[in-house]
């Protein structure tokens, strides 16, 4: 098999990815954009991997590693989509704006 | 010697220091010091002057030397026949003024600063008259102008005499500037700051006639600020609302006898230096002509004091410039002597009648104040030159070597020095009229309200009197013998016989019959004074120099506000602007930021892959 296939593939999912993140509205579906990326990631490490030969499989190691960490990171994440569903009744993160430089705070800051 | 010299110089500053430290504590003992750290100055002042009058050696000492480049500033004191005499007349007038005052500020509560800054004047000019180096004295005579401010400013809740202090002070410091470039001319010319060094440069080094002229009228320049002279004269009799015993203190022995002194001491330049000895003599004629003439409409008794100072001081000045050097200095010695009285005298007539100083609140103080009248008496005799009193002596000296020099003199332009003689002889005739007015004024005619209760003073303030009454009324026998003061270098005809008696007599007969004339002109309405036309050296100062720099300021003003002010106003207005600007970016939009995160690293990543 080609490098190019893996690498291809790895470069349209993180491409979704990037788009899902940057343009969605709902945060759940920002959130998927992030596991897209990192398995695109995750990808490339096994293609290389593979492609290099490599004794100790350093890369595929990696790429349970990144399966862990984004476990615990989307765990957190929807722990904190939870939450500002239940402040805000909305997860549209467009409307998530309490952290803009403005003259006054906002209410829901000050509240 | 000089371990005595050095003690009476810094007995003044040291009981100046003490009574500032613990004065406030307790008056009773900051008055003791004063005058008692006076006393001692004084009697250290009379053994070194006791040393050295007559025909004794002059005392020169080096105390400490610079070695940087250029001549040597040296702390250098040299203490002659003329520092003696001088140390003796500071010391005395300024010790009585010192008990005076014990009597006429009893109450007053900046007493302890008053008499610490009398301290300090009377050490300046002992340092004034006792320094070598020229640069030591310039700090004594700048210290004096300062010590003068802060007196005349003593009453300083008085706007008028806050204006004559600031007044008094940039007067003489403009002229102050003469002798600060004087000083550089001549240690320039003869590598030597020692006044005793370039003295005896001039004298014995057969200079070209008039090659000093420069430092000679720089030296000039300074002597009429300092000492009241036109066109700077009129600081003098704006000084008056300082403390009448401070007045005394001035015009007798230090501020204004400074002048005086500077040009006694650096002699030998000005007798080199024909051109500054006419500019002298024409300044000295003018300024004695137009004094009496302001002191003759006066109202304010001090003032018409304080005329009469200008005046006289231009007689010393005139004897000078006529090559009589003798003469000024004894005009001088006996001028410190009748003006301390005079002004003492007048004190104690303001303390009777509370306070004022106009001449309409007097009058008829004659029976109420009898030791002030027989004193000021004296005073007012020996100011106008009468016979037996010191003033008549001094005056007819100055006056005949004043005839003598336009007779046969070569010192200055003849013209010159016949309209300086011209000058004396009307002036004496005016001095007669003022003093028979203020002293008419002052003591005869009806009492004013506020005369019907005065008192004679207490004696600390009686004592001064009579005991400068004692030279003002012997101190012609000095004159007949100058010898006795200065040494046989000095023994000069000071009395000149028939002439000059004949012109004094002349000019006092003269002066009564003036006097008198105008008193029956307007009897019962006593000599009121009418409106003189000054010449306005003031307004000319304030158009030549007040306004302009006054403009100068402004502009100053303008450009440091709106022009340097402006860059910084508009640097920090900017700032929050452009932050406005970026602070659009911050919109709180998660995505927003990603999608520069995003776009920024493709950048960089084209541009790292285009360049490799």
């Not at chain 2, 008259?129 to 003068?148: I, K, Q, R």
């Not at chain 2, 009307?426 to 028979?436: D, E, K, R």
């Amino acid at each position: 098999m080609p490098l190019w296939w893996p690498l291809l593939l790895a470069a349209l999912l993180f491409s979704i990815g990037v788009y899902g993140v940057l343009a969605r509205r709902n945060a759940v579906l920002v959130l998927m954009g992030v596991e897209l990326m990192l398995n695109a990631a995750n990808i490339n490490l096994v293609a290389f991997d593979a492609y290099l030969r490599d004794a100790l499989h350093s890369g595929q190691i990696f790429a349970l590693f990144v399966i862990v960490i984004a476990a615990a990171e989307i765990g957190l994440a929807l722990a904190i989509v939870l939450l500002v569903f239940r402040t805000h009744g909305h997860i549209e993160v467009d409307r998530l704006r309490a952290l803009a430089d403005r003259d006054e705070a906002p209410e829901e800051v000050r509240r | 010697m000089s371990v005595l010299l050095l003690a009476m110089l810094a007995v003044p500053f040291a009981s100046a220091a003490v009574v500032l430290l613990i004065g406030h504590r307790s008056a009773g003992a900051g008055k003791g010091i004063a005058v008692g750290g006076e006393a001692l100055a004084l009697v250290l002042a009379c053994v070194v002057a006791g040393w050295h009058l007559g025909s004794a050696a002059p005392t020169g000492h080096v105390y400490a030397s610079t070695a940087a480049v250029g001549p040597p500033i040296q702390l250098a004191f040299y203490v002659d026949q003329l520092s003696a005499v001088m140390l003796l007349l500071v010391h005395v007038v300024s010790f009585l003024v010192q008990v005076y005052s014990l009597g006429y500020l009893e109450h007053d509560p900046r007493y302890p600063s008053y008499s610490s800054l009398v301290a300090v004047f009377t050490g300046a000019m002992s340092l004034v008259v006792t320094a070598d180096d020229l640069w030591v004295l310039l700090v004594g005579w700048e210290l004096m102008g300062a010590c003068s401010y802060f007196l005349i400013a003593h009453h300083w809740e008085l706007p008028e005499a806050r204006a004559g202090a600031v007044k008094a002070f940039l007067m003489t410091r403009t002229a102050d500037l003469g002798l600060l470039f004087g000083i550089l001319v001549l240690g320039n010319r003869f590598g030597s700051y020692r006044i005793s060094t370039v003295m005896g440069d001039i004298t014995h080094g057969a200079l070209q006639l008039d090659s000093l002229w420069l430092p000679a009228l720089l030296f000039l320049a300074a002597a009429v600020g300092k000492s009241a002279q036109f066109p700077l004269h009129t600081w003098l009799p704006d000084a008056m609302p300082g403390p009448t015993p401070i007045s005394a203190l001035i015009h007798a022995a230090t501020m204004v006898a400074a002048g005086v002194f500077l040009v006694a001491r650096t002699y030998p330049m000005f007798t080199n230096s024909t051109s500054a000895m006419t500019w002298m003599a024409g300044i000295a004629a003018l300024t004695m002509f137009l004094a009496a003439v302001y002191a003759m409409f006066s109202k304010d008794l001090k003032r018409v004091l304080a005329w009469s100072t200008v005046s006289q001081l231009a007689y010393m000045f005139g004897a000078l410039a006529v090559g009589s050097w003798t003469a000024a200095v004894m005009h001088l010695l006996a001028h410190g002597a009748f003006k301390a009285l005079l002004f003492l005298g007048a004190g104690s007539v303001i303390h009777a009648v509370g306070g004022s100083t106009s001449m309409d609140s007097m009058g008829g103080l004659r029976s109420r104040l009898p030791d002030t009248f027989v004193t000021m008496t004296l005073g007012f005799g020996a100011l106008a030159g009468v016979v037996p009193l010191v003033g008549f002596f001094t005056k007819d000296a100055v006056i005949g070597a004043s005839l003598r020099e336009a007779l046969d003199g070569r010192q200055v332009w003849t013209w010159v020095a016949w309209a300086l003689f011209a000058s004396m002889v009307l002036t004496a005739m005016l001095t007669v009229a003022y003093c028979l007015r203020a002293w008419l004024l002052v003591f005869f005619g009806d009492p004013a309200p506020a005369a019907e209760a005065a008192e004679e003073p207490a004696w600390t303030m009686r004592a001064p009197l009579y005991l400068l009454a004692v030279p003002t009324t012997f101190g012609g026998i000095l004159v007949a013998y100058p010898e006795l003061l200065f040494g046989s270098a000095h023994r000069e005809e000071l009395f000149h016989g028939v002439l000059s008696t004949v012109v004094t007599v002349l000019v006092i007969l003269v002066g009564i019959v003036v006097a008198v004339a105008w008193a029956r002109r307007r009897e019962g309405d006593l000599w009121r004074p009418r409106p003189v036309p000054h010449p306005e050296v003031d307004v000319a100062y304030d158009v030549a120099v007040v306004r302009p720099v006054g403009r100068l300021a402004a502009l100053t003003r303008f450009y440091d506000r709106e022009v340097i002010g402006g860059w910084v106003d508009a640097a920090a207005g900017s700032a929050p602007g452009l932050g406005r600007v970026l602070r659009l970016a911050q919109n709180g939009n998660v995505q927003a930021y990603l999608m520069v995160v995003v776009v920024g690293a493709v950048a960089v990543a084209v541009a790292a892959g285009a360049r490799s």
